[in-house]
Every structure is written in structure tokens, then in C-alpha cells.
């Protein structure tokens, strides 16, 4: 029985649109000075580690201080969808400005991070960012607080599949001394907590691609190779 080369193509896409994805930060970006009372995207993508993303409920966005193995969480920024990639947030006021605050999102018992950014003081000031590297999951960090509750909390953005729906943008730069999503972008159990690697690390093998768009290339390869010898 011969299997013609378009079945084979829609039975190996099928099969890449049941593969889970990771979740990877890309704003704020390590270092991002953020201004208090500004609103400013969040915005995160897939991709191809662990922890995935469940197939339904929500992403909780919360904004965090504290070291790699005491983190504090300062304010619950919103809740979307597992489809969203990108939710609005109105920066509140911070006491003390400084390199000492990240996000984290949640999603049942999988969790992930930014790197660490910068809250500045309201005219825009803030202390020169630590220059001394830390092994993951080892950055001590710093204690903020909120000093003006009554900013206003983030508004959910369109879902990715919406019209008018934000990009989600480039991955971050490196940083030195930031927390690692998933601390670069991803943490299961025992995995590294914001961080501190050159660039975001993600945790576990090395994966195909970064993006998801890497699977998808992959497999359209492996069903034309497929399809072909079928056909013959």
C-alpha cells in the first residue's frame, strides 16, 4: 500500500501539534531600567524545554524580589490564558530602586523567570547594578518593597491568536548577574532559580531549537523523506 507524500505531511504535523512547549521570558529584558507609573509589555514565548506549559488553565504573573532560594513575591500582575504570550503591566513604585527585582510565572506546578531588571526611582535614578557574577542559583539578590500600592495592577493583552495581539519579541541579552529564566525561562523541580549566566539558560538537554518553528522544519524534513519513500 502506497501512502501519497501529502498524507504523510499531515500525519507528522498532526503529530508536531501534540508536542508541549516550554515557556521562555523576553521582557523585560536583563537590566531593563523601568521607570515607576510607565506600562510596559510583558511578553513571553515557547519553547523547547521543561517544564511545558499545560494544554489549558492559566498563567499567573507575579512580581518578585528577594535572593535565587528566598524570593518574595511583591504583587500578582495578572492572570491569562495558557495561549497568551504578552500581558500588560503599570510598574509600581519600589523602595530601595535597584537591580534586585524580576517576574515569575506560574502555571499549576511549573514555574520560570525572568532575569533580573531594574526599578528605578521616579526621576529615573538608580544604583549602579553589581558587577560581581554568581553561580546559579546562588544571587543573593536583594529585599524591595512596594511603596505606592495603589498603582494600578496589569490588564490582560490579547492572546497570541488574537487581532492586535503584541509580538512577543526577541529573547533577552545576557546578564551577568540576573536571575536565570526558568531562571532564563525554566524550572522544574531542582532546576535554577533566577540566576546568573551570561546569557538565559535553559535547563536540561540540549534542545533542537529554541523556538518551535525549529520542530515544525524538522518534521515537514521527516515527512517529505517519509512521504518519498512511500511513494516509491
Do not use: C, H
Given at each position: ?119 528605578a526611582l521616579p526621576d529615573g535614578t538608580y ?61 522544574a523541580a531542582g532546576a535554577a532559580k533566577p ?38
Amino acid at each position: 500500500m502506497k501512502i501519497s507524500l501529502s498524507s504523510s505531511i499531515a500525519l507528522v504535523a498532526a503529530l508536531i501539534g501534540t508536542v508541549q512547549a516550554g515557556l521562555f521570558p523576553t521582557s523585560p529584558a536583563p537590566k531593563q531600567v523601568l521607570i515607576p507609573g510607565s506600562k510596559v509589555p510583558i511578553t513571553w514565548q515557547s519553547d523547547t524545554t521543561t517544564p511545558a506549559i499545560p494544554k489549558t488553565g492559566n498563567i499567573d504573573v507575579y512580581f518578585m524580589t528577594g535572593s535565587d532560594q528566598a524570593q518574595t513575591k511583591l504583587q500578582t500582575i495578572g492572570s491569562v490564558p495558557v495561549t497568551a504570550t504578552t500581558l500588560d503591566w503599570t510598574v509600581p513604585q519600589v523602595d530601595p530602586a535597584g537591580l534586585i527585582y524580576f517576574l515569575m510565572f506560574q502555571s499549576g506546578t511549573a514555574e520560570w523567570w525572568t532575569t533580573r531588571f531594574i526599578v528605578a526611582l521616579p526621576d529615573g535614578t538608580y544604583p549602579p547594578p553589581p558587577t560581581v557574577t554568581y553561580a546559579s542559583g546562588k544571587n543573593p539578590g536583594g529585599a524591595g518593597k512596594i511603596v505606592n500600592a495603589t498603582t494600578p495592577a496589569a490588564t490582560p493583552a490579547p492572546d497570541a491568536g488574537t487581532a492586535g495581539a503584541a509580538p512577543a519579541g526577541n529573547a533577552p541579552a545576557g546578564n551577568s548577574s540576573t536571575p536565570v529564566t526558568g531562571a532564563s525561562s525554566n524550572s522544574a523541580a531542582g532546576a535554577a532559580k533566577p540566576g546568573t549566566t551570561a546569557t538565559p539558560t535553559k535547563t536540561g538537554a540540549a534542545v533542537m531549537s529554541s523556538r518551535p518553528d525549529g520542530i515544525v522544519a524538522a518534521g515537514l524534513a521527516l515527512a517529505l523523506s517519509v512521504g518519498l519513500m512511500l511513494a516509491a
